[in-house]
């Protein structure tokens, strides 16, 4: 009798677990789980590059994040007080490894520093540049939908001899674009335009400040 009741538990526990799962594939489209889709931002190399560099270096350090856009779901806000992650559009790194990674090329290439250096380097540096990313959505709220970045920047010089950097530059930077809808791939599109906006400005704005 106590196999029989065994035998009949395993074989109730087994239809039931096929149950679940034919439903749960039953309510997905073709009865497959969906797949992840990965979006990046992507731009042309902003402005041109400098012939007559400073002599120096400077260190782009790890862009830090607000939490609630610390992660590589893409973001949407549907009110000043609401965000909505997406669950199978996704960036292909978070924020602030994927901005840190942009604005350290666009340095480069615009050529202003003899060396630039990442957060990973272990160099020490002349310059410093460190950001805090407090936005990174599409706000749906409003008229038309809006891809928005937001970022505090801080620009440092350490002078021969003393061991605290002074503080050249500080300054908030913003791009608000409008997206043709609301679609991640149109997201993605117009945050890479606002993030060209605000490399172009920051890397005009460090050359000015080091000028004065």
């Known amino acids: 009798m106590r196999l029989r009741i065994g035998v009949l538990h395993r074989a109730s ?5 096929t149950a679940i799962f034919s439903l749960l594939a039953c309510a997905l489209p073709g009865g497959q789980a969906p797949g992840l889709h990965y979006y990046v931002l992507s731009y042309d190399l902003p402005g041109a590059r400098t012939e007559h560099p400073f002599k120096g270096s400077i260190k782009v350090w790890r862009i830090q994040v607000y939490k609630p856009f610390n ?3 893409i973001i949407y806000r549907t009110s000043p007080y609401q965000f909505e992650p997406t669950l199978y559009h996704v960036w292909a790194a978070k924020p602030g490894e994927m901005l840190t990674a942009l604005l ?11 060396r630039v250096y990442g957060p990973y380097d272990s160099q020490k540096s ?5 950001l805090i990313l407090d936005e ?29 950097p002074n503080v050249i530059m500080k300054k908030i ?10 679609r991640p791939q149109s997201v993605a599109s117009a945050m890479s335009r606002g993030m ?4 172009l400005e920051l890397i005009h704005d460090i050359h000015n400040a080091i000028l004065k």
Request: hydrophobic share 30%; net charge positive.
């Open 13 to 17: 526990a087994t239809l039931l677990a």
């Open 71 to 73: 992660t590589n779901k």
């Open 104 to 114: 350290t090329r666009d340095l480069t290439n615009a050529g202003d520093f003899e």
């Open 126 to 130: 002349d310059y410093g540049l460190a």
């Open 136 to 164: 990174f959505d599409c706000r749906t709220y409003g008229e038309r939908p809006r891809a928005v970045i937001r970022m505090h920047a801080t620009l440092t010089w350490r002078q021969q001899n003393h061991t605290e």
């Open 173 to 182: 930077y913003e791009a608000s674009v409008v997206c043709s809808n609301t």
């Open 196 to 199: 060209k906006r605000i490399s």
